[in-house]
Structures are given as C-alpha cells and as structure tokens.
C-alpha cells in the first residue's frame, strides 16, 4: 500500500515537471515565433536577400566599435546644407570613429559650422585639434572646396572627395523652412510663395542683404542664392554668387567661367551622392570603395516634418527657383550625368544591393527605434526615436546621433 501512495506521488511529480518543461517551451517558442514573425516581416517583399544575410550585416552593425582594419579611406565630403549631407556626416563619422580615424576639427568650437571657408582657411586662420600622426584621414565639416590642390595641403595626397547635390529647386524650399531665416520671414507675413516672386527685394528688406552679391560673408546671407556651388568653389571663379538666368546667358565671359567651373567639379569629385536616389547611391559608394553594409546602414537626420518636394510647386514657382538658382541648375544637371555615368559602368545587380540596404536599415530600426521611429521636435524636426534597447546601446545611439553630438565625441 505505500509503495502504490509513493509511485503515485512520484507519477504526479513526474507529470507536473513535465507540463511545467511543455508550458515553458511553448512560451519561449510563442516569444520567439513573434520575433521571428517580426523579423520576417523585413523579407517578405524579397525573393533576393536572405535572413541569414541580413542578421550577419545586423552583428556587424552591432560591432560598431570593432574595426576590420580593411578598405580603410581618407573621405573629404563637399557639405552643402539641405541635401542630405547631415546623414552622410553621421555615417563618416561612425566609420571614422570605427576604424580610429582622425577628423579635420577646428579647435574653436564656435567655427565648426563657419559657412564658408576653405581647408586651407582652416588650417592657417582657424588651428585645427592635432592629429597624433599629423594626418586628418576625415572631414565632414562645412568648408569650401577649393580644388584638389588645395585640399592636400590638408589631407593626404589621393583622398577621395565626395559631394551630396539635390534639386536645387527642393533644395531652396527645404532651406527656407528649414533655416531662422525663411521663419522670420514668416513672422513679417512674408510665405515661400511670396518670397520667391522677389527674393531679394524682401531679402533687403527683411534680412539685411548687401546689394551687391559678389562677396556674402555672413552665414545667413548665403542660404539661397546658388547655394550648393558656393560650396563647390564657386569663389575661385569671377562670377558674382547673386547673379541669375538671364545675366548669364547675356554675358559670354560668365558663361566661360561657369564651364570653367563645372569642369573641375567633374573631374576632381571622385563620387556624389543624389540625395533624390540616396539610398541607390549609397549602395553604388559601398561597393565602389569597399565598405561594410552596416557602414552605410542609415536613417535620415534633420529630417522636416514640412513637404518639400517639387511637385507641390507650379511651374512658375519652379522656374522662379531656377532663375536665381541658375549655376546651381546647371551644377546638379552636371552632377547627374556624372552619376548616370557611374551606374551605367556597374557590373553587378544594383536592386540586390539597395534590397541588403533597406532590409538592413529595416532590421536596425526595429532594434533601436520605437514603431513609429521618428518623433517631431518644436522646431519641426524629425528626430529618430530610439526604443529601451537602443537607448543602452552605444552603436543605435551612434547611428541616431546628430553631427553637432558627434562633434563633441570626437572632440572628448
């Protein structure tokens, strides 16, 4: 009769281990199917790009602070403001700060963002922080191009110069909601509408523009007028940066100078980015110079919440934009073909790899962000939300960060 009570006792033990071992599996399965459903959810557009392929990218990414020591490049990026320059800064400076690289940085924190001055400007009026091995391998600052010559006065012989260009039409709309500029504007009843029927009359005006446009040496006074090739050098040329359309095509010497202009960007720019097809560029730049696909993973920072594509424009608005922003026109026009050019010499298959990207891109927002993944701040930016885990992660924090916080990093 005892024997019967103890292998009773001992069966139920025996049964109620095993339910308790069947409950915990199915939990963790049920945990792990959802994660794995979510993770899914990444591929199922996708007949190309594998699970497997994604998540050995997604361990790199997560291995931000380990570098491979391989296919390591000296980057000067030509930084113009509005054309997706802020995420190209944040993915050199995490590259830069992977692999130990040293920035071009002015020692004086208040010229980091001075707009615009060139390398050798830097160097002579603004002492740069020292590099250990006195090479700067890295600088996303905002500077003036000058010419490759000049430029390796700075940094080594055989630095690639890349640039960022972006409809200048686009372009103009972004910078104006974008800078204090177009919003005190705004506070005298002065719309984007408005403003573009005479934008320098209301510049005048309302913003303390000079008359004359040769020389605008005051950050404010250069956001609109050909802003992307003042960047691109447009100094070194005997072209006035205010002039438009028509005075162009009248005067034969501006004309001369333009092409003059234009020739050095093509043939001294070893790569740019179209910030209308960015992520199909990035893919073109990982492959060209042999960079991670966690290196060039991404999300967009200083994104505005405003719509500022073309085609909520009319065409009169557009041409109005294209009037005063001529030589910025013809430079993005000239760009554009150097990159058709790019792609038409590939010997892969481009949409497998933009495909990596955006999975990767996908995958990594679902670690660090939050669902909606971005929040909207007072001035109108979308900023990335980053989630409980991505908070304590110092390479989700990185991927999220702003260039002035990155600035500090490299400075600290």
């Not at 940094?155 to 890349?162: A, C, E, K, L, R």
């Not at 234009?262 to 073109?284: G, H, T």
Request: hydrophobic share 40%; with cysteine; charged share 25%.
């Amino acid at each position: 009769m005892l024997n019967t009570k103890k292998t009773a006792l001992r069966f139920l033990l025996i049964s109620f281990i095993l339910v308790l071992v069947v409950c915990i599996s199915i939990r963790e399965f049920t945990v792990y199917y959802e994660e794995m459903h979510k993770i899914s959810d990444i591929f199922s557009t996708t007949k190309n790009v594998s699970y497997k392929e994604i998540e050995s990218d997604f361990k790199s990414f997560k291995q931000c602070q380990i570098s491979t020591g391989e296919n390591i490049h000296n980057f000067y990026l030509i930084k113009s403001y509005k054309a997706a320059s802020s995420t190209l800064s944040n993915m050199l400076y995490r590259y830069g700060l992977k692999h130990g690289l040293s920035f071009v940085e002015p020692q004086d924190t208040t010229t980091n963002q001075i707009f615009p001055f060139s390398h050798l400007d830097t160097a002579a009026n603004y002492p740069l922080i020292p590099s250990c091995d006195k090479v700067y391998n890295l600088s996303t600052i905002h500077s003036r191009f000058e010419g490759k010559d000049k430029l390796e006065k700075t940094m080594p012989i055989g630095t690639i110069i890349i640039a960022s260009v972006r409809n200048p039409i686009s372009q103009f709309r972004s910078s104006f909601n974008y800078f204090d500029t177009g919003k005190r504007l705004e506070k005298k009843g002065v719309n984007f509408a408005r403003f573009i029927e005479d934008p320098l009359k209301f510049s005048r005006m309302y913003l303390g523009f000079p008359k004359e446009f040769v020389i605008l040496d005051k950050p404010e006074n250069l956001i609109f007028w050909n802003q992307q090739s003042q960047v691109f050098g447009l100094y070194d040329f005997k072209i006035p940066v205010g002039i438009g359309r028509k005075e162009i095509l009248e005067n034969e010497n501006y004309q001369k100078e333009i092409e003059k202009f234009l020739e050095r960007v093509d043939r001294e720019v070893d790569f740019v980015f179209m910030a209308e097809d960015f992520i199909e560029s990035m893919a073109i730049f990982r492959e060209m110079f042999g960079l991670e696909y966690s290196d060039v993973a991404h999300f967009k920072i200083n994104l505005m919440s405003r719509n500022n594509s073309v085609e909520t424009l009319t065409q009169q608005q557009q041409d109005q934009i294209i009037e005063f922003c001529y030589i910025d026109w013809l430079l993005y026009q000239k760009m554009l073909v150097k990159f058709e050019k790019i792609k038409l010499n590939l010997r892969y298959d481009l949409k497998y790899e933009i495909d990596i990207i955006q999975r990767l891109n996908a995958r990594i927002a679902q670690y660090c962000v939050k669902p909606n993944q971005y929040k909207t701040d007072q001035s109108e930016m979308m900023l990335p939300d980053l989630n409980e885990a991505g908070e304590k992660d110092v390479c989700c924090q990185r991927i999220v960060e702003q260039e002035w916080i990155l600035n500090h990093i490299i400075r600290t």
